[in-house]
């Protein structure tokens, strides 16, 4: 099997769109700007979807579902929200087509059907979810409202990159309702530290936790919390966002609650969410040239077995000890898949299965069953070694865990090496176009001077870190007064 990948020195852009399609993860369809999840892929994003689900479930969210679309007046009530998606908004306007009658075969739009009321299909749920909350709040016994649902958005993005940026993608968004302001802030903080639990120790992506600034928080939130992760290219990605909303949305859709005085107040509110822009971040983070690395508590399938033969009799006492291997394995909860094809070859079952990053790899042939081993193989490093039969269901349950660790130490190590302090905008311009990464600068805490550094260098604040240390300084552009350094990126 030949993978023809081009390198990531080379061309990363290239290098990373050639590996999704290659590895079978997902691929263009015939729909501008959306894309069909292939299978292999669909399996990591339920994975992804499981561990997540499990943790909000743990955190007492419970899963509903809302309608995909919303009443133009619905979604106008909440001014910065609607004019923050205006641009990204696709708009139902009839609900029927007709016959041509100038064009036998063909369809045209009714004009005798047009809506009463244009419908926006969904770039986000917190106007239909709210104007629902309003029904659903009336005392302080129905809070908090805890609400999680998962779903697929639109926002009409003109320029796409599978699982980075299309026009339809899978997300799940958390919104919640709460008697103060305190509960609704300490949800906000939960659920970002949710969302970096799950990327360090599942995905083994280390993340740093932070505030946007006004120009980059959600629109119609008062504050947006955010992890953000580095990919191997020095640009960042936004990997999660959880806002606090405030009261913006109780008041605009009038959701009130009676508290324990017999008092109405509105609401104070939350919304959270991940997207399949996670399975961009976790091809970017770990694979080679080689093709993808998936980190064991992802993938789909943990172990795969080759079966190395000449004739039909070796192939069954092989078959013979696999099988009982596979049993042990499952009974530990690992994934394993015996590789019996015989309309392939070993050498491209090692290259297809090297290519879609199934973390460890078994090759057994007759000599390996009269010494009694088998020969391991590791994706990450791609090193072998012969490990003895009785001891290997064990062996390779601790390889796993090591695979996992090693992976999140590899880019842990080179992100920690990829920030870097600068003190003047010489400094920043040549970080930017020679290290790349983070850059830890001060900002004079003004739009127009954030406006004006992304004009010039493409660089954005990614994030306000939540364990930066107080640092009073100069700004790199203006030289005004800085209370503390801010991390700036190229972005995905």
Known sequence: MSKNLTKREEDYSKWYNELVVKADLAENSGVRGCMVIKPYGYAIWEKMQAELDRMFKETGHSNAYFPLFVPKSMFEAEEKNAEGFAKECAIVTHYRLKNDPDKPGKLMVDPNAKLE????????????????????????????????QWANVVRWEMRTRLFLRTAEFLWQEGHTAHATKA??????????????????????????????????????????????????????????????????????????????????????????????????????????????????????????????????????????????????????????????????????????????????????????????????????TLT??????????????????????????????????????????????????????FISAHWDGTPETEEKIKDLTKATIRCMPLNSVKEEGECILTGAKSAGRVLFAKAY
């Open 117 to 148: 009321e244009e419908l926006i299909v969904r770039p986000t749920s917190e106007a239909i979810i709210w104007s629902t909350y309003k029904n659903w709040v009336q005392s302080y016994r129905d809070l908090p409202l805890l609400i999680n």
């Open 183 to 380: 509960e609704a802030i300490e949800e906000s903080e939960k659920m970002m530290n949710v969302y970096a639990d799950f990327a360090q120790n599942f995905m083994a992506i280390p993340v740093i936790k932070g505030l946007k600034t006004e120009t980059e928080r959600f629109a119609g939130a008062d504050e947006t919390y955010c992890i953000e992760a580095l990919m191997q290219d020095g640009k960042a990605l936004q990997a999660g966002t959880s806002h606090f909303l405030g009261q913006n949305f109780a008041k605009a859709f009038d959701v009130k609650f009676a508290n324990a005085e017999g008092k109405q107040e509105h609401v104070w509110g939350t919304s959270w969410g991940v997207s399949t822009r996670l399975m961009g971040a976790l091809v970017m983070t770990h694979s080679d040239d080689n093709g993808l690395v998936l980190p064991p508590n992802l993938a789909p399938i943990q172990v795969v077995i080759v079966p190395i033969f000449k004739t039909d009799e070796e192939f069954e006492r092989i078959s013979e000890v696999v099988n009982g291997l596979v049993g042990q394995f499952k009974k530990l909860n690992i994934s394993v898949k015996y590789d019996n094809r015989t309309t392939q070859k070993p050498g491209f079952k090692f290259a297809e299965w090297e290519l879609k990053g199934v973390p460890v790899r078994i090759a057994v042939g007759p000599k390996d069953l009269e010494n009694g081993t088998f020969e391991v193989a590791r994706r990450d």
């Open 384 to 437: 072998k070694e012969v490990v003895a039969k009785d001891g290997i269901v064990n062996y390779i349950n601790d390889l796993l865990e090591t695979i996992q660790n090693d992976l999140f130490n590899k880019a842990l190590n080179y992100r920690d090496t990829h920030i870097t302090e600068v003190n003047s905008f010489e400094e920043f311009k040549e970080v930017l176009e020679n290290k790349t990464g």
